[in-house]
């Protein structure tokens, strides 16, 4: 399987330029620079393997929706170099376009065979399951986040999906490295994504260490990584489907390893009370929390520890 999109590549910020200059509609996101750059890629790496591959990708509802889902649909399935797509997703919940209009019209593409199943991303159960209803035969996926520090859909997206024969596809399975064992308060990212992401605070890293730990040991056990162990606990749920990121053809063949590791009852239950243990602090708290132990260091020391 192989997750794409056709905004992946994408630079809005110079189609922002171009509204400004040309007079270029900024809903018109084909207008962009880069636009389906990553299908462009992905096309021509697969050369003449696409029948092994189940190729998975996205279109961004935009006003109107009229004939857009088909056109783009066709534009994808050409830089994609193939005659259909396996998974066709909408891109982000529709908030402007309608959702009716917008599955009415990939209802036409299925019928037509240019998409093979339908998918939704960032859904919540009524969303995926009113898209159903408009579409008028199954969503068969719902592109959410989900990892061992990130468990919301465990609540009802997951178990609609084992009870009736859906998939959720979890990105950012690993939480952008945070579970690779790889960052720390001695260690911590230097990149921009990072440093500025809620989860790589320095009071996190403290206090994911915990879960790191157990991630090591059990990885220690199976002669793999913490990253491959984190993938495992995700995709061991049998209505799971993970797409982690890799950046060198090494990350990659690491993660695919992942799917041979078979985690034993004991270590997936270590690895989810470990898990719920790690209480992250949220961005404005913490830095409101800073600010008081700057101006009051022995009250902020004894609300720390009970602090979220």
């Known amino acids: 399987m192989f997750d794409t999109a ?72 050409s830089r994609l170099g193939t005659h259909y797509i396996d998974l066709f997703q909408v891109h982000q919940p529709p908030h402007l376009t309608p959702r009716e209009s917008v599955m009415r019209a990939i209802g036409a593409l299925q019928r037509a065979g240019v998409v093979r199943d339908v998918g939704v991303s960032n859904a919540s159960l009524a969303r995926w399951q009113a898209a159903e209803r408009a579409l008028g035969s199954r969503v068969l996926s719902n592109q959410v986040g989900y990892s061992l520090v990130n468990r919301a859909s465990e609540r009802d997206l997951l178990p609609f999906a084992e009870s009736s024969g859906r998939l959720v596809i979890a990105f950012r399975p690993l939480e952008l490295g945070l579970l690779s064992g790889k960052y720390g308060i001695a260690s911590r990212p230097a990149d921009r994504m990072r440093t500025t992401h809620p989860l790589f605070l320095p009071e996190n890293l403290e206090r994911v260490r915990g879960l790191i730990t157990v991630l090591r040991e059990v990885a220690d056990a199976h002669s793999a990584t913490p990253a491959q162990v984190a993938l495992a606990w995700v995709i061991r749920h049998p209505a799971v489907a993970a797409i982690p990121g890799a950046a060198s053809v090494e990350q990659l063949e690491s993660n695919v390893a992942a799917a041979d590791i078979d985690l034993a009852d004991d270590e997936y239950r270590a690895l989810r009370l470990a898990a719920a243990g790690f209480r992250p602090v949220r961005g404005p708290g913490f830095m409101a929390r800073q600010v008081r132990a700057l101006r009051h260091p022995a009250a902020a020391a004894r609300t720390k520890g009970s602090t979220r």
Not at 33 to 56: H, N, W
Request: hydrophobic residues 40%; proline residues 10%; contains cysteine.
């Open 6 to 77: 056709e905004t992946y590549g994408c630079q809005p910020h110079r189609l922002a330029l171009r509204a400004m200059l040309e007079g270029v509609a900024l809903t018109d996101m084909a207008s962009a620079p880069g636009f389906g750059r990553s299908e462009e890629i992905l096309g021509r790496s697969l050369g003449d393997q696409r029948e092994p591959a189940f190729l998975a990708t996205k279109f961004y509802p935009v006003v109107p929706a009229g004939p857009a889902p088909g056109q783009r649909a066709a534009a994808s399935a």
